[in-house]
């Protein structure tokens, strides 16, 4: 089966959201689409994986925030290589993150959730077995 080519999001504020995940996670524009119109979106990569930022719904009322839905996405996971300097990084940008997690079944592994700027649920975690 073929790898998991992107995930899309709506957005209030696509350069926010597109400086937030250059500066954390290392994803580069690869593609604007629909360049200079109303209705341009843009395709960020890093790796294998591809973020997708389309501007919000014209009904979609400016405060509504994302996040965990009753049915569909409920976080994306990045794995990183230090939990703390990760978390540091974070807090530099205002971000609050939840407490770090380590009593957990998978042995080292330790995680920590907090929201974008936009309000979706991300996780980082540390130690995540290579062969799992």
Known sequence: MPAIHHIAFHC???K???KFYARHFGFKRVWTFNEGQP?????LRCGACCLEFFP???????????????IGL???AFSVDNLETA???LKEDGITPDPIL????????RICFF???EGNILELMENWPTNA
Do not use: C, Y
């Not at 209705?39 to 395709?43: A, L, P, V």
């Not at 380590?102 to 592994?109: A, M």
């Open 12 to 14: 209030h504020d696509i």
């Open 16 to 18: 926010a959201q597109e």
């Open 39 to 43: 209705n341009e979106f843009i395709m």
């Open 56 to 70: 919000r719904a014209a009904d979609t009322a400016s405060t509504e925030r994302g996040g965990e839905q009753k």
């Open 74 to 76: 409920r976080h994306l």
């Open 87 to 89: 978390i540091d990084k």
């Open 102 to 109: 380590d009593q957990l079944p998978v042995p080292g592994l």
């Open 115 to 117: 929201r974008d700027p």
